[in-house]
């Protein structure tokens, strides 16, 4: 699969010569060297530590760069099996095939490319494969842009994958290695996607703290799995080929229905695992606070300027921040929110995603008046001045 | 202690080098001991396609991402940006702050409409001219070298990053752990190395590029006030 030139007979995968250690560890134990690196590079960080066995990726701006630079990692033997697909039906079809087979599969896209591998994508939950999927989001209504606006996150949240939402490029490094770890625990068997506001991250530089490249995660033990890797002499039982799935009757029904249900069981299970591992599903600032933003992505970044401008100012203005989208830390956010008189949730896409879901989990548990907004999209930045523009006018309307 | 925020936006055209400028800055500030972020904004790369790069320097750690709607900066690397509107902010000084500084890559002054005089002088706008490719040309013989002109004199304008730290950064660029831009910088890089054999001849010509123009803008007394307003009007 590649024209690489070939290794001397001596040559040892990089790779071999890393350690094999827990997510717990990594993320949570070892020092870490402070780098200043753009998303694409903090992404590369993590595939570098990921153990990752195939890596399979189609381009897309602004996707590229990152998995331009597994393509170095593979040539360097961090990655072991690596590979250009046609498109990206191709891409996340093989990727599904490559986890199903047992290894840790990791790939990446952006807007119109998600877009066009979400047939292939929106089966791997039900088949329980486990592959981690980097998008970084890219518009993908008309006119074409490049730009990020978060509307694609929207389309999956009800596939039953793993979402995770990266504000930064710290983010990034660090649920991209936690996200690589808890899909595959026998509990969870579900894959995983890791997204980020594209170009604002992923081509912007940032402080970005990492634990050595002398480590590596443990490696996936493909049988240790909910759904065991697929052994080729015995063929597995979830390949949609038995009669009673495909055609339509009671037995078919009741199969359906179960492994949905187990899949968003599943979800439900891979909660307590991010929870540790990210220090909280949620992250809360000034929770005293009557005026909250709650949001997730870049939006973050803009509120936590705003409520930093808003303290200066002596006005006290809390923030969400939203790790987990899929699993959604329901619980958390009512408690962090019950008192609030106030709620903005700004956001980068047209839809209001997260308006909808933070209305809907906050329906009857809350009194707060949660404000429409604020919100641009096609890519455009969100200045920190809109944020407290939109908190000016909420004081006002809601006295 | 008071949180100080400058914000540049750069404006260029493609293949001048912008994005790789702000790395260049960013990064330096970055090694001097400051806060800095970057994010560029480009359609395809191509040459001749307006670019757009916005670098954030502060005392304290940076939250905000993103574009830079109201710097208190701008960075005009080529003179086509306001004379042909190759540009993604039009016109190329919206949400300047008041007082704010306009770097613009020109030998001469250039010729503005009456609305646009208005509004710059309602700003308050300083308006410096750098003969910045002039100065490439001169210095490193090549006019590939127009964006190490901008930032020698930006380093000047604001001390921060400082020379010393420009000129680390630069080789953090070439040589050593190399900095990712993009793609398309990559083939860039090889026909810049095929012009200077050697990537230390193309260091030094690069670092006497910066030493000439940050003693131009020296000379002009853009340090001193670009000094007072980073105190004052130009600050957030």
């Known amino acids: 699969m ?41 992404a590369r960080e993590a595939i570098k530590r990921a153990n990752i066995d195939c890596a399979i990726s189609y381009p897309i701006t602004p996707q590229s760069e990152t998995m331009q630079q597994a393509g ?59 592959p981690v999927l980097l998008d970084m989001c890219r518009v993908i209504n008309t006119p074409l842009a490049i730009q990020p606006d978060n509307i694609e996150i929207s389309f999956l949240l009800n596939t039953g994958m793993i979402m995770l939402h990266a504000e930064n490029q710290q983010d990034f490094f660090d649920y991209t290695l936690a996200a ?82 187990e899949v968003f069981a599943a979800l439900e299970r891979s909660g307590k695992y991010f929870e540790k591992l990210l220090k909280g599903r949620i992250e809360i600032i000034n929770p005293e606070a009557e005026d909250f933003i709650i949001c997730s992505g870049s939006a973050v970044s803009q509120a936590r300027e705003a409520v930093r401008q808003e303290g200066e100012n002596g006005r006290v203005v809390g923030l969400v921040k939203v790790k987990t989208l899929r699993p959604f830390p329901t619980t958390s956010i009512v408690n962090a929110l019950k008192n609030a008189k106030r709620i903005l949730i700004p956001e980068f896409n047209q839809a209001g995603w997260m308006h909808k879901e933070v209305c809907s989990v906050l329906y009857g548990k809350c009194k707060a008046n949660i404000v429409d907004g604020p919100r641009v999209f096609g890519g455009m930045t969100m200045p920190t001045e809109m944020v407290i523009e939109w908190l000016a006018k909420a004081r006002k309307d809601f006295p | 202690m008071a949180v100080k925020r400058y914000n540049v936006r750069m404006a260029g055209i493609g293949g001048q080098g912008v994005v ?95 609305d646009e005089q208005r509004e710059l002088d309602e700003k308050e706008a300083k308006l410096w001219y750098l003969p910045a490719t002039e100065i490439a040309n001169e210095v490193a ?15 000047a304008i604001f001390g921060l990053p400082d020379l010393e730290s420009l000129a680390a950064s630069v080789k ?35 670092h006497n590029t910066l030493k000439a123009t940050y003693q131009y803008a020296l000379d002009q007394g853009w340090a001193n006030e670009g000094a007072g307003s980073k105190k004052e009007s130009a600050a957030v």
């Open chain 1, 2 to 42: 590649s024209n690489a030139v070939a290794k001397p007979k001596d040559w040892v995968p990089k790779g071999d010569l890393q350690k094999e250690i827990s997510a717990e560890k990594m993320l949570l134990e070892l020092p870490r060297e402070l780098l200043f690196i753009t998303g694409s590079e903090a």
């Open chain 1, 72 to 130: 170095y990692l593979y040539d360097e033997g961090y990655i072991k099996e690596y590979y250009r697909a046609e498109e990206e039906i191709g891409v996340m079809s093989a990727t599904a095939g490559a986890s199903r087979a047992g290894v840790r599969a990791l790939t990446a896209t952006s807007g119109p490319g998600l877009m066009r591998g979400m047939e292939a994508i929106s089966s791997w939950p039900g088949a329980r494969v486990t």
């Open chain 1, 180 to 261: 690589c770890e808890v899909t595959e625990h026998v509990d969870v068997t579900l894959p995983a996607m890791v997204s980020v506001d594209g170009f604002f991250v992923t081509h912007a530089r940032g402080p970005v703290s990492i634990p050595s490249d002398e480590y590596k995660l443990n490696r996936r033990d493909g049988w240790r799995s909910a759904v065991p890797a697929m052994d080729n002499e015995n063929p597995p039982a979830r390949i949609s080929r038995d009669a009673p799935i495909q055609k339509s009757n009671f037995i078919s029904y009741h199969m359906h229905a179960s492994w949905q249900q």
């Open chain 2, 20 to 114: 790789t400028a702000s790395h260049i800055i960013s990064n330096g500030v970055v090694i001097s001991g400051g806060y800095s972020s970057l994010v560029p904004f480009f359609g395809s790369e191509k040459r001749n396609a307006p670019v757009e790069s916005y670098v954030r320097i502060s005392n304290e750690e940076i939250y905000e991402i993103g574009e830079i709607i109201f710097p208190n900066v701008l960075m005009i690397f080529h003179p086509s940006v306001i004379t042909l509107g190759k540009s993604y902010t039009m016109p190329f000084y919206t949400g300047l702050k008041q007082g704010g500084i306009i770097l613009i890559n020109s030998k001469t002054p250039l010729k503005f409409s009456r």
């Open chain 2, 141 to 155: 013989k090549t006019d590939l070298a127009t964006n190490m002109a901008m930032c020698g004199a930006i380093s």
């Open chain 2, 172 to 206: 953090d660029r070439f040589v050593g752990k190399g900095i990712v831009t993009s793609g398309g910088t990559a083939a860039l890089d090889s026909a810049i190395e095929k012009k200077f054999a050697k990537k230390q001849k193309l260091l030094e010509a690069n």
